[in-house]
């Protein structure tokens, strides 16, 4: 059973890029889209982007200006950084398999909380 | 506020039947395949239903879906108090050229 792990800072200030990596176990990142996807506290989902496992990238077209998305295989990792960050961007970060057209979201990480304050 | 619409709560007794219902436009559930999530307070979302009416390994058999023109309903039969859980709808909006939920449905199991 493939298992996805969010790393990274819980605290980002305002202005200031945020950056989070997702660790795939029990399973190769090869062959697969892997997404982020993000849900403000009490709100509903809201798709960040997909990066393919050869590194090709399709992102939110309402973030698409600041957010890069890219994977390292030798790892086993996908990563996602946002910038210019506000206190909107403060959300439960989750990481997934999936994301192309016809693919449905299958393994979730657990999430992890991002606040944006200073 | 989302693409896709969802009625912001159900309720129904346990035994009993629900459907919450998601609708969209031409570009997204007219032109795609709906998926749909299964979240419970403070845990990810659990993929239910892909492809309008496929059921993944290990999701019981009363949870079904199906769709018709730009709209698409879950349907849970049998209902326990373990459903009870937030629940989104989602598929490819081809305009947008990405992914776009519904706002979610709180489903109660009274």
């Known amino acids: 059973q493939v298992q996805l792990q969010e790393s990274g800072p819980g605290l980002v200030k305002p202005s200031e890029t945020l950056s989070l990596t997702c660790t795939v176990s029990d399973g190769s990142i090869s062959s697969y889209y892997w997404s982020w996807i993000r849900q403000p506290p009490g709100k509903g989902l809201e798709w960040i982007g997909y990066?393919?496992?050869?590194?090709?990238?399709t992102y939110n077209p309402s973030l698409k200006s600041r957010v890069t998305m890219s994977v390292d295989r030798s790892k086993n990792q996908f990563s996602l950084k946002l910038s210019s960050v506000t206190a909107a961007d403060t959300a439960i970060y989750y990481c997934?398999?999936?994301?192309?057209?016809?693919?449905?979201?299958?393994?979730w990480g657990q999430g992890t909380l991002v606040t944006v304050s200073s | 506020q989302s693409v896709l619409t969802q009625p912001p709560s159900a309720s129904g007794a346990p035994g009993q039947r629900v459907s919450i219902s998601c609708s969209g436009s031409?570009?997204?559930?007219?032109?795609?395949?709906v998926t749909w999530y299964q979240q419970v307070p403070g845990t990810a979302p659990k993929l239910v239903i892909h492809?309008?009416?496929q059921r993944p390994s290990g999701v019981p058999d009363r949870f079904s879906g199906s769709k018709s023109g730009t709209s698409a309903s879950l349907a849970i039969g049998g209902l326990q108090s373990e459903d009870e859980a937030d629940y989104y709808c989602a598929a490819w909006d081809d305009g947008l050229k990405g992914w776009v939920f519904g706002g979610g449905t709180k489903l109660t199991v009274l």
């Open positions: 997934a398999r999936g994301g192309n057209w016809n693919d449905a979201f299958d393994y």
């Open positions: 990066v393919y496992y050869t590194g090709r990238t």
């Open positions: 492809t309008n009416n």
């Open positions: 031409s570009s997204d559930i007219g032109s795609n395949a």
